[in-house]
């Protein structure tokens, strides 16, 4: 899932190279809300685990 973030922002790093600006800031903008987004999946994920709830025994 976090493919989808890099990829994004690798496309915003070479957009904002070649001067492609509002490219750039959309790109940006979507590879941190899908950031922001598995980090939090994630953590949701971490805390169920610790806690055993849907841990298949």
Same mark, same amino acid.
């Given at each position: 899932?976090? #493919?989808? *973030? +890099? +990829?994004? $922002?690798?496309? =915003?790093? &070479?957009?904002? &190279?070649? %001067?492609?600006? =509002?490219?750039? *800031? %959309? !790109?940006?903008? +979507?590879? #941190?809300?899908?950031?922001?987004?598995? !980090?939090? +999946?994630?953590?949701?994920?971490?805390?169920? %685990?610790?806690?055993?709830?849907?841990?298949? $025994?």
């Amino acid at each position: 899932m976090l #493919k989808w *973030a +890099i +990829i994004f $922002a690798i496309i =915003s790093f &070479i957009s904002g &190279i070649f %001067g492609f600006r =509002s490219t750039s *800031a %959309g !790109t940006a903008s +979507i590879a #941190k809300f899908l950031f922001f987004l598995f !980090t939090l +999946i994630t953590l949701v994920l971490l805390v169920l %685990g610790l806690l055993g709830i849907g841990v298949v $025994a």
